[in-house]
């Protein structure tokens, strides 16, 4: 037999020892009943601390399974995938028993009689009573605050990526990223003190501004990253047609953007929809239907939530209320996220094959 034939039957020492695919989730097993063991033993009764010495072991049982059969380098890289998905649950956890918690005791009332009627007459202590002026509230206000806010921000971010240049749109931008991160009640607080200079009363509008004011930044942000993903190329061809730059931007630059563009106002409109502190201020909260928001106090969802629970003084009937009212705002912003989500994806450039 020749030195080839012989050569091509020997094993190959190239080749290092894995671990079978169902590997990971024998370890997770394993990891979940030695924690709850550990724990009981210990006499730990929360199910956040099993969850959490579950996740050690699971961790520390992949590094010393992988480096005793595929090496300390391969197992190097499973600890590394093994902490991704330990953060992953962690983040999702909760979200998920949130959502649980909310549908579970929000059902309880979430009715058709519930989203159609007010509180009106109805304590906040007694059964009976829904969501219909806070619904009517919240949908003004938000609805108000985007037709104001939506229109600055898109212009603002034009602004800065066509035609901003210098002084000016260094100063626009640090007050930009400094309304990014300000507190919510400090814009109540601004408006409130307007409010008071001109001795004015609580009404929807005045919340709306406040939201105002909070959605700017975001539409600025969003919209000026969308419109920096536009190839300057376009720009060019159009100008070199000479067209005019304002109508360059109009008819080229704004088309191809606005998936992007109304992805990033829809995202801003969940984020101001469940904002409590300036309605609070400024809008102060009304029990009956006001379809007006220019004049008198209103309701909204994130204000009525909070009364129930800080007016219910035990009342089974507005924890319940509540929870509802918690149930609609959360599936009022989902709803904005998927439409979201679908706009860009429908407005996404089509690659073929």
Aim: no cysteine; proline share 5%; aromatic share 8%.
């Amino acid at each position: 037999m020749s030195t080839a034939a012989v050569s091509d039957k020997r094993p190959s020492t190239l080749r290092a020892a894995s671990l079978p695919g169902w590997t990971p989730w024998a370890i997770a097993a394993g990891s979940l009943a030695l924690g709850i063991g550990i724990s009981a033993a210990a006499g730990l009764d929360s199910q956040i601390q099993w969850g959490l010495i579950a996740a050690v072991l699971f961790v520390l049982g992949t590094y010393a399974v992988a480096a005793r059969v595929e090496g300390r380098r391969q197992a190097r890289d499973r600890v590394a995938t093994s902490l991704v998905w330990v953060a992953f649950l962690v983040a999702v956890v909760p979200l998920v028993s949130l959502i649980w918690v909310t549908v579970a005791r929000g059902a309880k009332v979430l009715d058709v009689y519930f989203l159609t009627h007010s509180m009106g007459v109805v304590a906040d202590t007694e059964p009976g009573g829904g969501i219909y002026h806070a619904l009517i509230g919240s949908l003004e206000q938000v609805g108000l605050a985007t037709l104001i806010g939506a229109p600055v921000g898109v212009l603002t971010a034009i602004y800065l990526v066509e035609y901003g240049r210098g002084r000016l749109a260094k100063a626009v931008t640090f007050f930009v990223d400094v309304m990014t991160g300000i507190p919510s009640i400090v814009a109540g607080l601004f408006i409130l003190s307007l409010m008071l200079i001109f001795e004015m009363q609580p009404f929807g509008f005045a919340g709306s501004l406040a939201l105002a004011i909070l959605m700017m930044p975001v539409v600025v942000r969003s919209t000026e990253e969308m419109l920096k993903l536009v190839p300057n190329e376009l720009r060019e061809a159009s100008l070199a047609l000479g067209v005019p730059k304002w109508r360059t931007i109009l008819k080229v630059v704004l088309p191809t953007s606005i998936g992007g563009i109304t992805t990033g106002v829809m995202l801003a409109v969940a984020r101001i929809a469940g904002e409590t502190a300036p309605v609070l201020l400024l809008v102060f909260g009304n029990p009956f239907i006001n379809n007006n928001p220019f004049e008198g106090a209103q309701a909204s969802l994130p204000l009525y939530i909070y009364q129930q629970f800080a007016n219910s003084a035990g009342s089974g009937a507005a924890y319940d209320r509540a929870w509802a009212a918690s149930l609609t705002l959360i599936a009022f912003v989902m709803i904005l996220n998927l439409v979201a989500r679908g706009i860009a994806r429908w407005k996404a450039p089509k690659t073929g094959r």
